[in-house]
């Protein structure tokens, strides 16, 4: 079964820090841009971030640019989302994404249009 699986969510006092792991069973994400979504209540779901293939290339929410960095480790087949100094605003339930990619240089985009699988969110709120 082909599955991508978030980890890493809870809680955290603002100007706190966490780390959010997207590991994915059935295939290899070496083919794959990954992408990291969330979605608060009440709000569309909107990109927070986006890895290449290579890892090489990574785009950044304003939103978040600055306070989170996404990296992947291809032989662990995971990606995570290091978040730091972080606000009320982040609290929401976390995506990862996967969008099968050609080339290896290219982000997933922000958009959530074209990615092939996604994973069932984890849960992170900011507050004290």
């Known amino acids: 079964q082909l599955q991508l699986v978030e980890s890493g969510g809870g809680l955290v006092q603002p100007g706190g820090s966490l780390t959010l792991s997207c590991a994915a069973s059935?295939?290899?994400?070496?083919?794959?841009?990954i992408g990291w979504f969330r979605q608060a209540p009440g709000k569309e779901r909107e990109g927070v971030s986006c890895i290449s293939r290579s890892g090489g290339t990574t785009n950044y929410a304003d939103s978040v640019k600055g306070r989170f960095t996404i990296s992947r480790d291809n032989a662990k087949n995971t990606v995570y989302l290091q978040m730091s100094r972080l606000k009320s605003e982040d609290t929401a339930i976390y995506y990862c994404?996967?969008?099968?990619?050609?080339?290896?240089?290219?982000?997933?985009?922000?958009?959530?249009?074209?990615?092939?699988?996604w994973g069932q969110g984890t849960q992170v709120t900011v507050s004290s």
């Open positions: 059935g295939f290899t994400l070496d083919y794959y841009a």
């Open positions: 994404a996967a969008k099968r990619q050609v080339f290896s240089s290219l982000c997933g985009g922000l958009g959530d249009a074209g990615y092939d699988y």
